[in-house]
């Protein structure tokens, strides 16, 4: 492709609305163009970044055995009225009425729709196992789109659904599809960790993220170096039986005049108490309305997504000053002696002694609060958060904390939706069962700001060889100069010979200007034709470390062959 006839637009600005680096590069190098917010246009060069990601997924979904096809975006409400979603899915859900005033979503996800064109094909046990799966856009309607193409309302991805016979015949086909997405990751070139994740919202018996490691990432990670356990910390362990505090003698209640200590770091002050003696009382309002108290130790820090799914709410919000004086609960002194509220313990205070809490009155504490003699939990749950330094739930090393961006999601559904839609099969023995199922998400339009969010520098991308819009730039430094134009147009005819995907810049701008473009760009492999020429020489220069090397104009061809293969 000659850059004289394609589409560079590259910018020197930084967008007003882009605030980390793959939503400004991508942006500035002319990858995509924001249409509205979370909606973007991918432009020629991202649009091929989006095909190279989509036919590495391809390729080795279709070498596991999956079927591509392709569902609608349309989908009726009946369908999501059938699982319950059309209610649980909240705002999220893009919902538009026809002309016939009947209800519509634009599909987010796609369980319903598949396992309803299953449950219209499949009659018997010979019909399974099967595996579906799409490449296509999908909708949600975010509260806040940000970040560019990481989170959007709009975006690419691939789902895939198994559909076996039993249990055991799932878990094998949720094996087949792990296998695949490491190959998948590898094959993009990035820096990837499987861990182990929450079921959420979705539902299911286990699940596997697959989280492409960037600092500042949305997804929190705790890892073990030593024998390789990896969780999300929304669903990471906590091994609370190498924290616990020694066993002591129980010491009489009393409360105390605390006036104006709120914080556990007040209180750790004001009593000369450390954190892990304090008992914090959060009061949280689930999505029904109903107020709960939730008890965590003072050093450790609650786990929301623990706390949802143990109350099976989708929502819940910590209360409001408002809402505390509507409870009757005085701010900065709640504690769960004499609370009306149910009151929820998490595990990092079962065996605690002598510890304290807010006496539910202003400006005082309890000390020396011990369970059960002065208040009995409705129940003691794993309500924790585990962080750096944490013993690995595994091997009791300690744990490393770190961030990614999840770009991939397994799941082992079971017949949470089979059941509700009734997508049943006659087995063996005669008789109806419900079909096992999993699902298999990987982010692809995020994928492309995941890798650029790995492999990124001051000036510019950094692509992956297997992920590259080109896999080689030559510079024309001066259009002018016929023999470098010479050489540069032969070059260009060589790479094209050899299948190589090669972008030559013939624009009649600045040698600085091609630079800077290049730089933003990303093209891993670059040839720069200058005033070399005129000594048989042209650089060869790679984006990663920025290093120049001089080659002879005749081993140009060889040293192609050598990076490309061929
Ligand atoms: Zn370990």
Known sequence: MRASKYFIKTMKETPAEAEVPSHVYLLRAGYIKKVAAGIYSYLPLGLRVLKNIENIIRKHMDEAGALEVLLPILTPAE??????RWDVYGKELFRLKDRHDRDFALGPTHEETITDLVRQTVRSYKDLPLNFYQIQTKFRDEARPRYGLIRGREFVMKDAYSFDISEEMAIKSYEIMKETYHKIFKELGLNYLMVEADVGAIGGKYSHEFVVMVPNGEAHIVYCENCGYAANVEAAKYEFELDKLPPEEEKPLEKVYTPDVKSVEDVTKFLNVKPNKIVKTLIYILDDGTPIA????????????????????????????????????????VGPIGLDIPVYADRSIEDLHNFVVGANEKDYHYINVNMPRDFNPVDIVDFGTATEGDPCPVCKSPLKE?????????????TKYSEALKANFVDKDGKEKPIVMGCYGIGVSRLIAAAVEQNHDENGIIWTDNIAPFKLHILALNTKDKNIMEIAENIYNISRGLGIEVLLDDRDISPGAKFKDADLIGIPYRIIVGKGVKNGVVEFQRRKDNEKIEIPIDSVENKLKEIFGG
């Open 402 to 414: 770190t961030t990614g961006l999840e770009v991939g999601h397994i799941f082992l559904l079971g």
């Open 294 to 333: 939730i008890l965590v130790r003072g050093d450790r820090e609650l786990n929301e997504t623990k706390v949802l799914n143990y109350f099976g709410a989708l929502d819940m919000h910590l209360a409001t000053s408002e809402e505390m004086e509507k409870l009757g609960l005085v701010e900065g002194f």
């Open 79 to 84: 369908l999501w009225k059938e699982t319950g």
